[in-house]
């Protein structure tokens, strides 16, 4: 039995106490030795009777580690007596901190406590939480590397750094009221207000119905009670945008069908958005106008406090953002950009070095890959190259790939404008400064006038690194599965091989060799983007019906407009073709007259759901063509169905043609899927494959996904759904590193 030994940890071993971890098993075991930070590793020197046992222990490491591998060497030299921690040295940086961590229980009845060190203290926390990633400036992980380092700590903090029994025990963020950031509420003109506590004072502001802009972790949130969520979302002018809440669990409960699942996401470290289903579809509407609501838990110190203070149930919660710019983290850009948006600002004067958004999910699958949840670190062998992924235009965010692991940055966003591209450049300086990452090969999207494609272009003639561009499809099944499969990708918009608008794609093959097996039907988009603002486009580009413009002219078109569209479509003026699922949603939308201009990404496809989910779907006969080998679902005969239905109700009673809507919103989307769910059969008969890979935006409409992946389990083919990375946008960057990495491996 082996009683000595050198133990070298990988994995995230950094800033999740990971050596006052070992410095107790040590204690209690009676081991003599040190524990060392060395970046990406840990190295522990260790000898005593109870070796084996101690090496047990240190193989599962503390909670918040991800330990990928465990080394045992002889021991070189004995020890000196007891076991000491070592000053942070140099080593690779190929790991990565953790994500940040909501405030654990322990640290809740530490503010708590009347009369404690951390009663009703902001920043509370230790090593079992608080900000990480978002205060981070360099590895190894100690305090004069985060933004924690211009708060010098106390004697009495001092004393609990080095106290082996205490719960921040090398806790790198410790603080309390004497040492810590604090915390300033400022006027609209960024006057400091003279308050004693500025936390009450926020609750009373709240209360009284004041919209305030509260600094948080990893940005600005803009907050407000449940009355004044019409008046934010006009200030935001987002009319008809949801909002997210916060509220404590109970009320959570109260306003949601809250299942184990939601309940342990909402609880969980990471504290995400969860999106659930209101008890009551029309409830809560000046919130969400639709049949769910995003819904976290305080998960923060600050929030806690703000809720012992806070009269009202809930806060109306949204990121404090300009729509396409990223969140806003500095209070000099905050009273700039929300000046007459917000009435106060409560902030702080911890510097956000990395900026992090909330995460969102929804059925157990993610949405938003951000606070809580990244960076995201994935185990994959995909060779000695090391490669970047800079992800598409819209919910986008970068990967890297070296030593057998990708790492996913937090969302960025839309990369449509100057700040975004410069968020991204951010992104991957700091994720290869980290992690001493330098790329040999970019992956970009196939779609050569992307802002994200010109950075990777620009990037690889800085780096001289190889740029390979990867179809945005392909991408999608290759984060979901690099198995061989049937690829069933489907959503709103993707550059296709033959340059037009791709989104209801079936694929057979295998990384990187996806051959395009079947698709929806190719319908016009008259006016290109414009259609996806005006749903009604796309409703007419699809069937171009004279009674289609009678509908829209119910619906509020007028004359002129109709009269253009149908010049437009006839002549096939500024006409782009699509596959895209989501635009055949939009359809559906504009004609039962659900929406007929999109506000906010999304919106037409989210209102139909939300009209679907009281609706009974009724099997309508698929139709399906073929053209050069290639399965097509008719697109064009879905719709004509839906017409045909909806003139049958249009002119009905008001109670009646609600509930004859609801049912046609229901029915398409099943039917859609069901098609889509026909194809991907067909092609899984036709190459052999008994596995799916379902992946794009669609796939977050509940009804659609289970209908396709009901109809795949019936026919004996096994659905696969990437519960790690989104099934949006968001695993791309992803997706193009494996794609990137399996056609070098090809060459």
């Avoid at 190894?140 to 001092?158: G, H, K, N, S, V």
């Avoid at 009373?204 to 934010?232: N, T, V």
Wanted: hydrophobic letters at 40%; aromatic letters at 6%.
């Amino acid at each position: 039995m082996r009683r000595s030994g050198t133990i070298i940890v990988r994995g995230i071993v950094q800033g999740v106490g990971f050596r006052p971890f070992v410095y107790a098993m040590a204690v209690s075991l009676g081991i003599r030795g040190s524990v060392t930070n060395l970046g990406s590793e840990v190295v522990i020197h260790a000898e005593g009777d109870r070796f084996e046992d101690f090496l047990k222990a240190i193989s599962k490491g503390p909670r918040l580690a991800a330990i990928d591998e465990v080394i045992v060497t002889d021991l070189q030299a004995a020890p000196r007596a007891g076991f000491s921690i070592c000053e942070s040295g140099s080593g690779s940086l190929s790991g990565l901190i953790p994500p940040d961590v909501a405030t654990c229980d322990a640290c809740i009845a530490d503010i708590n406590q009347l009369n404690g060190r951390y009663s009703g203290y902001w920043a509370t926390s230790c090593l079992d939480c608080g900000p990480r990633y978002s205060i981070i400036r360099a590895l190894p992980y100690d305090r004069i590397r985060t933004t924690m380092d211009q708060f010098p700590l106390c004697p009495a903090c001092e004393e609990e750094y080095w106290n082996p029994d205490s719960r921040r025990h090398h806790a790198q963020t410790i603080a309390c009221e004497a040492c810590g950031p604090s915390l300033t509420l400022l006027d609209p003109e960024g006057r400091p207000l003279p308050v004693g506590d500025q936390i009450r004072k926020t609750a009373e502001f709240l209360d009284a119905g004041k919209i305030l802009a509260i600094r948080g972790i990893g940005g600005f949130h803009i907050a407000c009670i449940e009355s004044q969520a019409e008046r934010l979302k006009t200030r935001l002018g987002r009319s008809k945008q949801p909002l997210a809440i916060m509220a404590d669990l109970d009320v959570a409960e109260e306003i949601c069908h809250l299942g184990a699942e939601d309940r342990a996401a909402l609880t969980s470290p990471a504290r995400p958005i969860a999106v659930l289903e209101k008890r009551d579809h029309s409830a809560h509407n000046t919130i969400t106008n639709l049949h769910t609501i995003g819904v976290m838990l305080p998960y923060t110190a600050l929030h806690h406090l703000l809720f012992q203070h806070l009269k009202a149930p809930l806060l109306v919660m949204t990121s404090a953002n300009i729509p396409g710019d990223p969140m806003i983290t500095g209070i000099d850009r905050a009273m700039s950009r929300l000046r007459g948006t917000v009435d106060y600002f409560l902030t702080h004067d911890r510097v956000i070095q990395n900026r992090c958004d909330d995460s969102v999910i929804r059925d157990g699958l993610i949405i938003r890959l951000s606070r809580g949840m990244a960076p995201r670190r994935q185990r994959i062998d995909l060779g000695d190259c090391r490669i970047l992924g800079v992800g598409p235009e819209l919910n986008a965010n970068a990967t890297i790939y070296q030593h057998g692991f990708c790492i996913t940055s937090p969302h960025i966003g839309n990369i449509r404008n100057p700040g975004t591209v410069r968020y991204l450049e951010e992104t991957v300086e700091r994720l290869s400064r980290l992690t001493g990452f330098s790329p040999d090969i970019i992956a970009c999207d196939a779609h050569p006038q992307f802002l994200s494609t010109r950075f990777a272009h620009e990037l690889a003639a800085s780096t001289g690194a190889e740029v390979i561009p990867v179809q945005h499809h392909r991408a999608h099944i290759a984060a979901t599965t690099q198995q061989r499969c049937v690829g069933i990708a489907i959503d709103g918009v993707g550059y296709g091989d033959d340059g037009t608008v791709w989104g209801g794609e079936i694929f057979v093959g295998r990384v990187p060799d996806y051959r395009r097996a079947a698709h929806l039907e190719e319908v016009l988009m008259p006016g290109g983007d414009a259609a996806t603002t005006h749903p009604g486009r796309m409703l007419y580009g699809i069937l171009p019906d004279d009674r289609v413009l009678e509908v829209l002219s119910d619906h509020g078109w007028s004359d002129v407009a109709l009269s253009a569209l149908a010049h437009q479509v006839s002549r096939r003026f500024n006409t782009m073709t699509t596959t895209s699922t989501g635009r055949v949603l939009d359809a559906a939308s504009a004609l039962l007259g659900i929406c007929s201009e999109r506000t906010y990404d999304g919106e037409p496809a989210m209102r139909l759901e939300a009209a679907a989910a009281s609706g009974k779907p009724e099997p309508w006969e698929p139709v399906v063509m073929e053209s050069g080998g290639v399965e097509i679902f008719s697109t064009r005969q879905l719709m004509e169905e839906a017409l045909n239905r909806y003139l049958g109700i249009a002119h009905e009673q008001p109670m009646v043609r609600r509930r004859g809507i609801a049912d046609i919103a229901a029915s398409v989307q099943y039917n859609l899927a069901t098609g889509i769910a026909h194809l991907a059969v067909s092609a899984a008969n036709e190459s052999g494959s008994t596995l799916a890979a379902l992946s794009g935006g669609v796939c977050y409409n509940t009804m659609i996904r289970t209908t396709i992946c009901n109809e795949l389990e019936r026919a004996g083919i096994q659905p696969v759904i990437n519960c790690d990375y989104p099934l949006g946008d968001g695993c791309i960057s992803y997706g193009q590193v494996i794609s990137a990495a399996y056609r070098v491996k090809k060459e």
